[in-house]
């Protein structure tokens, strides 16, 4: 295989379609099928699925999609890397933050890259910490803060960072401050994300080791959509502080207790060779988020 055949697969699955790949290129699209044909003869295995909607990636496609964009981004950055050598870093670097670290987070990061790191371009995406995952197994993100996991996907380089405790907000005015026994928060209904979602995972194992149960009425995976549930008096949920941030009086915040509720925070990054802008990006990224921790203004977090 070589890399114009590579660059061409993932066009073909970026836009879901042969004849709109072969218009994005300006390629002949049966050259573009024998391209295909080609891959698939060496690697001895379909990667494509075409159907009346378009084109997807069997399971070996989307391996070789994932490990195709990586090292076209790493391509790309030659020009760029090689320029700057010598002088400060330079180029784009894309952060993948969880949505309630994005709160806190984002702004100070992009004060210090902005102050510091004067050449580089920082490109923030915020999602979940699953997608987050994906991404950057995908070669779409550079660094990810990502929440622990079970299992996390090879060739990702994970240092742990921080934790934070997990705290009940409910509406109301502040009659409620301090702590709760878990078995007292869940006779709350609540309102929490989908199940890929890292803290309803910690809050549903917790609950079932100690053999109670909980309502859920509503699954919403945006923070601020359930904040403004919560607000509404809809039902209460699980957050940390940092996704609570700015905070205000609308809410009473408990942390909740026996046992204790808390999830690890990490950096990771794709295994391989950065470029300095992403080495020095990565190390202000854990310079700001522990400043912050140990000046107080990261809330509920502690660093191990």
């Not at 905070?247 to 999830?263: C, D, H, Q, T, W």
Request: hydrophobic share 45%.
């Amino acid at each position: 295989m070589d890399l114009r055949q590579l660059r061409y697969f993932v066009r073909i699955v970026d836009l879901g379609s042969l004849s709109k790949a072969a218009a994005d290129l300006y390629v002949a699209q049966p050259a573009l099928s024998r391209q295909v044909a080609a891959l698939e003869a060496e690697l001895k295995t379909p990667l494509l699925v075409r159907s009346v909607r378009g084109v997807a990636p069997t399971d070996a496609g989307a391996a070789l999609y994932r490990q195709a964009q990586g090292m076209l981004r790493q391509l790309s950055r030659i020009p760029e890397e090689v320029r700057s050598a010598g002088g400060l870093p330079a180029g784009t670097v894309s952060v993948g933050l969880p949505y309630s670290v994005s709160n806190i987070l984002a702004p100070a990061l992009v004060a210090e890259v902005r102050a510091r790191l004067p050449a580089v371009r920082l490109v923030i995406t915020e999602s979940v910490s699953g997608v987050l995952d994906e991404q950057l197994t995908g070669g779409r993100l550079d660094i990810g803060m990502l929440y622990e996991t079970e299992r996390r996907a090879g060739g990702i380089d994970e240092r742990p960072l921080l934790v934070e405790d997990l705290f009940l907000v409910t509406a109301g005015k502040d009659k409620g401050r301090g702590e709760i026994p878990l078995a007292e928060a869940t006779r709350h209904p609540f309102i929490l994300p989908g199940r890929s979602n890292a803290t309803r995972r910690i809050l549903e194992k917790a609950v079932a080791k100690a053999g109670g149960a909980f309502e859920v009425v509503a699954e919403v995976d945006s923070a601020s959509t359930i904040k403004a549930m919560v607000a509404a008096g809809i039902g209460a949920t699980v957050m940390s502080r940092s996704a609570l941030h700015p905070e205000n009086s609308e809410f009473v915040v408990r942390r909740i207790v026996r046992p204790a509720l808390s999830r690890a925070l990490s950096i990771c990054s794709s295994r391989g060779t950065p470029t300095r802008a992403t080495t020095a990006v990565a190390e202000l990224l854990e310079e700001t988020a522990l400043a912050l921790v140990r000046r107080g203004a990261w809330k509920g977090a502690t660093i191990p």
